[in-house]
């Protein structure tokens, strides 16, 4: 199918090695594990393959039949046309890491483009070429911070309103080191938007503060406050970002993080049931050498003529091998392309007004649900981005039910990761949401109350 | 002429992709929170579509020509794949829809967990690591909270074989592990008198890629698997080579404890430029309970009317959460794909023709070139980049001069036990036609390093660009565009 060889050329080929039959080549391989006979589905021809995927896709229900306000980390936003058009040129995606430069300009180009705009997005002074996701790049982040000061500072500080499967992959990542405190984000800290018990918390012992921007209740905190005593301390502080934010909010560069790292994905990038995705990461210029994962940098070529390479290369796993800044060797290329051309075709303006759409819509729902009966928005959850959490009378489960049944994904419940919010909901609003869609969630909802 | 960046090709008040006015009310923005610059780009729709197709014309790709880079498995991508992954049945599902809304999902990732196991002979799989190096990580976290369960604390050393991917020992030091290198014999196998005199009670694993990075099969594995095992230790399986394998052997079936998948390389997901990957991990029934949370199971037998019902199922043991979500699902679908068409005889056609090809290459090279491990090889080879008697040429002229050729260079200096190695995986999916053309390059390469070597150390010559100051690189940092205070120039609006 895939193989051309027709079987004129393996008599020829095989000749020329000096073998009668393929099966000679694989003798060292010990003999009674040879050829074991898998019990897989009988083979499909393209036509059947294609009917088999369009069958399958077919059972599931979408966010193009379904209206979403389904957020938590994953954002349905409009990803204009040219970009994927761009991303399935074979060029791009069928080539491998740029380790040859001569032969490999458009994917360092193009890396090198990606990192100017997360570093022009963010406000900081370098990005590297990307992580898995927003999750392992928070991991990243605390492994960068942890060796910063040589392993000496043993504490890490992540808040509770830090996005639960951000805190679960730090946990994961750094599970071997016993000696490693991962603290702040449990109950009695909570979530309260003054931080104050959290921000007392903060020490000398304090490798790292993880705090989210927007929250992971889509909450806009001041962490001037918290930036500040940490630097005091001499903490360093990452910030975790929606990208999409940005577009409106101060960076965080701006207000002082050392670290700027987040998901991607909202920059153009499918929802594609979770991935794959982008982790962006960028450091102020004093980490610039503790930072893991690819670099491209400016140089010249024989001729003098501007030309981009990995560079720094010496921190990476292939040179380093167990000396490394991380084991990381891919880095998301196609998904970094992605968000290149969709931050270029948006430009400033098309950014901002996304960032704007967003705010506006998520505003009027936030406004519509809470003037409901059984619906409730206290103070304690504003001021909010895209994202916001309401308060239900009914249990939640039952809500988001009742709505699925009307064709609405209703949010995301949040007491399956926070037990002290088994009653509230996390609505998402994108530009995507008309007005009207917004009306047909509360009609439902107003349906279920008196129902 | 270089290529402008998208900075440099901004005009300032020109737009791209724009969207509609609000339809609701306006709402006051926050307070204090408010950004003042914000410097991206402004271009046309046409512009930024020219740039970005321009660029992509200074790429080498597997759809442009034949690219053996070994250890890489740079086979042909499928275009169904492409296509079936973009279905909006898949792409436009949220990660955290319902589990009863979304059972095709489910079913392909319960199915393509089904597939690996039996390709490789294991009793489960995590599709959960997002490339293999991160498979890597969760072999290795899995080798940790084992013998951690067990009270075994004193197994702190990981053994890894001379041969190795750089990801192996950077993935065992990031769990603390001391990393032990493991030599190889005479024939490139792992020295076996060695690896015993360090099995010991110190001995947490040992990771091993079999084939190995010479692309040579361990003859040796199971004495190998035996001898980890008596000591105590867990052996991992570095998978990236499973390319040769397929149909043939599985390595589940000689003990290997655990292994990761490159669905990016033996799977056929594409490199994407260096990315995503997909390195999902499968493991024998003693680690099932070890995988990361959550894996895809049957949470609801289906009878004669009804189809199972697929969901979430947390291993109890499971040493966490390593990626958010689902893992890279959109490779997920590919990979899936990808072995659906194939079934069992094609799977066993890619091994076959893929070792086929390898040793094809390397008959017709290994007289030209130093073959320092001169067996039959398995999906690739490494020949040595140098002569003797042409002492100034190196591997690197070698593979920037077959840039001139229109070829992308074997893999050079890697692995570290073969000098000037260079290292060639052809794949499955070329034809006898492109192997002869790429014989003949590598011929007369020889020859122009004797009679003309300038040819070499001036090489490339016709690529987009041409040898790289890699020093300047890292001497001089520029990491991001320059973009001034008062960028963009002109009038503001």
Known sequence: MFTPHTKHDVEVMLGSIGVGKIEDLFKEIPAQFRYPDLNLPPRLTEMEAAAELESIASANATTKDLLSFLGAGAYD????????????????????TPYQPEISQGTLQAIFEFQSLICKLTGMDVSNASHYDGATAAAEAVILAYGHFRN?????????????????????????????????????TGIAPEMDKFIAQIDHDTALVVVQYPDFFGRIIDYTQLI?????????????????????????????????????????????????????????????????????????DADGKLAYVLTLTAREQHIRREKASSNICS????????????????????????????????????????????????DEWTPFFHEFVVKCDEPVDQVLEHLLQHNILGGYNLGQDY?????????????????????????????ENHG | MAE??????????????????????????????VRGKLQLPEMSEMEVVRHFTSISQKNYAIDLGFYPLGSC???????????????????????????????????????LQEMLKEIAGFAAVTLQPAAGAHGELVGTLIIHKYHKDRGDHQRTRILIPDSAHGTNPASSAMLGFEVVPLPSDARGNVDLEALKSLCDERLAGLMFTNPNTLGLFDENVCEVVRIVHEAGGLVYGDGANMNALLGVFRPGDVGIDILHFNLHKTFSTPHGGGGPGSGPVAVANHLVDYLPDPLVGIVE?????????????????????????????????????????????????????????????????????????????????????????????????????????????????????????LMIEPTETEAKETLDRFVEAMLKIAEEARTNPELLHDAPHHTPVRRCDELKAAKDLVLCCYVSENWPPGPQE
Request: net charge neutral; hydrophobic share 40%; with cysteine.
């Open chain 1, 419 to 447: 037990p002290e919010l088994k009653d509230h909901l996390l609505l998402a609003v994108t530009e995507k949401i008309k007005r009207e869609d917004i009306e047909y969630l509360c009609a439902v909802l107003q349906e």
């Open chain 1, 77 to 96: 936003h409009y990803i204009p046309a040219a970009i994927d058009n761009l991303l399935q040129r074979g060029e791009f995606y069928t080539a491998y």
């Open chain 2, 4 to 33: 402008p960046t998208i900075f440099d090709l901004s005009v300032t008040g020109r737009k791209g992709v724009t969207f509609p006015k609000a339809d609701v009310p306006e709402t006051a923005l926050p307070k204090g929170f």
């Open chain 2, 73 to 111: 498995t740079m086979k042909y991508n499928p275009k169904i794949n492409e296509a079936v992954s973009r279905l909006p049945g898949f792409a436009a599902t949220h990660p955290r829809q319902p589990e009863n809304s979304v059972q095709g999902n489910l079913y392909l990732m319960y199915s």
């Open chain 2, 301 to 421: 037998e289906g009878d004669e009317e009804n189809a199972p019902l697929y969901g979430f199922i947390h291993p109890v043991k499971s040493i966490g959460r390593i990626k958010s979500f689902n893992g890279h699902f959109g490779m997920h679908i590919r990979a899936f794909t990808y072995i659906s068409m194939l079934g069992k005889e094609g799977l066993r056609d890619v091994a076959e023709k893929a070792v086929l090809n390898a040793n094809y290459l390397q008959q017709k090279l290994k007289g030209t070139y130093t073959l320092p491990y001169d067996r039959p090889c398995m999906h690739e080879f490494v020949l040595e980049g140098m002569w003797k008697d042409v002492p100034g040429i190196h591997a690197l002229d070698i593979a920037k001069r077959l840039m001139d050729y229109d070829f992308h260079p074997p893999t050079n200096y890697f692995p570290l036990i073969v000098h000037e190695a």
């Open chain 1, 228 to 300: 500040e005593t940490a630097h005091q301390l001499g903490a360093l502080v990452a910030v975790a970002v929606n990208p999409t934010a940005l577009g409106l909010l101060t960076p965080p560069g701006e207000i002082g993080a050392d670290i700027a790292f987040g998901e991607g994905q909202p920059l153009g990038i499918p929802l594609s049931y979770g991935g794959p995705y982008l982790g962006f990461f960028a450091v102020k210029d004093a980490l610039l050498r503790k930072l893991a994962g690819r670099l491209v940098g400016e140089t010249v």
């Open chain 1, 331 to 378: 880095n998301q290329g196609l998904m970094t392309l992605a968000a290149t051309i969709y931050m270029s075709l948006l430009g400033k303006h098309g950014l901002q007004q996304v960032a704007n759409l967003c705010y506006q819509k998520a505003h009027f729902a936030a406004d519509q649900l809470s003037g409901m009966d059984g619906f409730t928005l206290v």
């Open chain 1, 152 to 188: 000496k500072r043993k504490k890490i500080l992540v808040s509770r309103a830090v996005n639960p499967q951000y805190r679960q992959v730090i946990r994961t990542y750094m599970q071997a080191d016993t000696s490693l405190q991962i603290v702040g984000d449990d109950p009695e």
